[in-house]
Nanobody
Framework: QVQLVESGGGLVQAGGSLRLSCAAS????????MGWFRQAPGKQREFVAA???????RYATSVKGRFTISRDNAKNTVYLQMNSLKPEDTAIYSC?????????WGQGTQVTVSS
């Protein structure tokens, strides 16, 4: 089982940037693909970005070119750099392994983008 703790969210104006962190413990982090997901009020959780153990990345179309996922295996941490933020990026952002494991979801971190 993996314990995941997200941080770095906050309130930012449209066009601004935030960097989210996801600290993992309790498993062999470096061998796992990791992903960021988000859930806006009244909507289902959706995929944002993923990174394999080898560093290959993929992104949702809505964030491609604005968000960058990265990882530091020495720190058991995965990051999400978010630039050019838009009000529609407002959501609770969470991380998980890929494929996701239901019991591993953490509290997430709130990102609010004001117009």
């Amino acid at each position: 089982q993996v314990q995941l703790v997200e941080s770095g969210g906050g309130l930012v104006q449209a066009g601004g940037s935030l960097r989210l962190s996801c600290a993992a413990s309790g498993s062999i982090f470096s061998s796992k693909s990791m992903g960021w997901f988000r859930q806006a009020p009244g909507k289902q959780r959706e995929f944002v970005a993923a990174i394999t153990s080898g560093g290959n990345t993929r992104y949702a179309t809505s964030v491609k070119g604005r968000f960058t996922i990265s990882r530091d295996n020495a720190k058991n941490t995965v990051y999400l750099q978010m630039n050019s933020l838009k009000p529609e990026d407002t959501a609770i952002y969470s991380c998980n392994t890929i494929p996701t494991v239901e019991r591993d979801w953490g509290q997430g971190t709130q990102v609010t983008v004001s117009s």
